[in-house]
């Protein structure tokens, strides 16, 4: 493989995503990222749902360590902090309400996830 992933997406869900159950959402699932890689590798299942647990954690531990996390190809995710403000209850809109400061993670396309998205079909989404 060259690298860039996003060469051949979209494409259509191998069979084992295609069930007869409704499709709830159109959302990618951890579990689904773990089957494609299992049957795409020489690895027991258990030992891919452990390599993608750990690389999950380890992408959580960084930015909770105030650290951008940074995957080349992929993208950013970056913490930025917002500041505190006042908002409105909706039930009480003479009540005001003071949101504290907090830490959000903004994620941003890298290059090749970039490239990707500019071929996709919007009207099919």
């Known amino acids: 493989m060259d690298g860039n992933l996003w060469k051949t997406y979209p494409k259509p869900l191998p069979q084992v995503f295609q069930t007869d159950l ?4 159109n959302n990618l699932t951890k ?19 452990e390599i993608v647990q750990k690389t999950l954690d380890h992408i959580c531990e960084g ?3 105030g650290q951008n996390v940074e995957l080349r190809n ?19 809109p003479k009540k005001d309400v003071v949101i504290p400061r907090r830490a959000v993670v903004k994620f941003k396309a890298g290059k090749g996830m970039k490239a990707g ?3 996709i079909d919007l009207d099919s989404i």
Do not use: C, W
């Open 74 to 92: 992929f993208g950013v995710f970056e913490l930025q902090v917002r500041k505190s403000r006042v908002g409105r209850n909706p039930n009480q």
């Open 63 to 65: 930015l909770i360590a």
């Open 117 to 119: 998205l500019t071929k």
């Open 22 to 25: 409704p499709q709830m959402s």
């Open 31 to 49: 579990r689904q990222i773990v089957q494609s890689i299992y049957e795409g590798a020489n690895y027991n299942h258990k030992d891919v749902t």
